[in-house]
């Protein structure tokens, strides 16, 4: 055999000594994790008794690790992300005995609203920097100001004062016990909606994690809209507000009229 053809043939067959070499059943580089989300609807209508509702989404965890699996290292957070928006935080200042609001500060593009399920308590899930890169939790939305030149500590109090406005206003939410496993790879997660739940193209959002490591994340668009007369009103408000702003002058004239014929003294 011609020496120079030995490389060659060495070349060849290193990469098939090396996979033979391979325990049984192992591949050359092991799968990631998936993730598959579904909800139980794809649409909420509000109406005009609207009181919330329970949104369920079903989930499976593909490619996992059964050990891992078995020790309980794999964990799944569920969010349900409002339309995101300028929101601005006024505070208020006592000025000669009258509150006015003295200040105010604008973050830009922050969700509406936000909802969410986990596993376990998030802060046992992963590190608090993990969830800051990863925008997880209501602690840990960006909050960007829009042309800020204040000092860091008044940030930090716009910053904390937003996210209480939203929960005690029931829009912000979480619940460290909301996602449930129903076999070793599917779970099963609840999100509250509330009452005052804004209307248009919400966002669900299920993140893996697995020994604490974030893994992969999947999405999924819910709609929310309005039915009935109160859609109606908006729509017209919206989409013809020349019209609506003459019925809504015509209307009140009627009311007022017919309101003096019906208690008028003779």
Known sequence: MPWRVVP???????????AAQMLPGQGTQAEREGLEIGT???????????????????????NTDDLLLAIGQYDVVVVLEGPREDATVRRKERVFG?????????FADVP??????SSRSIDDITTPLDLTG????????PLRPIDFAGNFNSLNEFRTAFRRLQQVGGLYERDPSGVRFVSSNLFKASLRLPANIPNGVHTVRAY?????KFVTQKSQPLRVIKTGIEQTITDAAHEQPIFYGCFAVLLA????????LIFRKD
Request: hydrophobic share 50%; charged share 10%.
């Open 134 to 141: 990863e925008g997880i939790g209501i602690d840990h939305i």
């Open 112 to 117: 509406h609203s936000y909802s969410m399920s």
């Open 8 to 18: 060659l043939l060495l070349a060849l067959l290193l990469p098939s000594l090396a």
């Open 98 to 106: 009258i509150w006015i609001n003295a200040s105010s500060m604008t």
């Open 40 to 62: 139980s609807t794809s649409e909420i209508a509000i109406t005009s008794d609207f009181r919330g509702a329970d949104l369920t989404i079903f989930g499976a965890v593909t």
């Open 253 to 260: 004239v009627l009311t007022g009229w017919g309101a003096s």
């Open 208 to 212: 893996l994690f697995k020994s604490g």
